[in-house]
């Protein structure tokens, strides 16, 4: 049965994926992509799982939480610009991404968790980037471009843990309510 414990585990995680990911956006693969291309879509995941499990207004208490986390965090381990740039963007593209997986949650399993992601990293990445980046002569343009095609593809790549997660834990709730 999921509880608080489930809850704390999420935020955690939330705040950790944001750190993590402000560190790694600073260090870019090529003139295309930075490595938070490749950890930042797991707080969408995050994000998602909550929202399946508890619905929005937990997601949003998870999304409230890991940003405040995530920022002290990110304050301390990354660039002032970086740090507020992700602030803003993580904020308006995560509650975004609570909005949409609920408009959507009736259909197919995988339609909510991939449309509101390609969504509202879109919108991550435009704010994001903008701000962090604009006027610093770095290639923050063909970076946003890389690093949302990498988001992409992690969308899709990432409805594999979705599934599995949502079912095995859907099954040990089936189990602890057949027990009761």
């Given at each position: 049965m999921l509880n608080l414990k489930g809850l704390i585990t999420l935020v955690m995680a939330m705040a950790l994926v944001v750190a993590i990911s402000n560190v790694a956006v600073s260090y870019p693969i090529n003139d295309w992509l930075t490595w938070g291309a490749f950890t930042y879509p797991?707080?969408?995941?995050?994000?998602d799982i909550t929202n399946r499990l508890f619905g929005t207004s937990r997601a949003r208490t998870v999304v409230y939480a890991g940003f405040f986390i995530g920022v002290i965090l990110s304050l301390w381990m990354a660039d002032i610009r970086i740090a507020i740039a992700s602030g803003a963007a993580f904020l308006i593209a995560q509650l975004l991404d609570i909005l949409?997986?609920?408009k959507l949650r009736q259909k197919t399993w995988w339609k909510a968790p991939l449309i509101s992601t390609i969504i509202s990293s879109a919108t991550?990445?435009?704010l994001f980037f903008?701000?962090?980046?604009?006027?610093?002569?770095?290639p923050w343009v063909t970076w946003a471009i890389g690093d949302y095609g990498a988001k992409l593809a992690m969308a899709a790549i990432l409805l594999v843990p979705f599934r599995l997660f949502i079912s095995v834990v859907s099954a040990d709730s089936k189990k602890s309510f057949d027990r009761a």
């Open positions: 797991i707080a969408f995941l995050v994000t949409i997986f609920d991550d990445t435009i903008s701000i962090a980046f604009m006027a610093t002569g770095l």
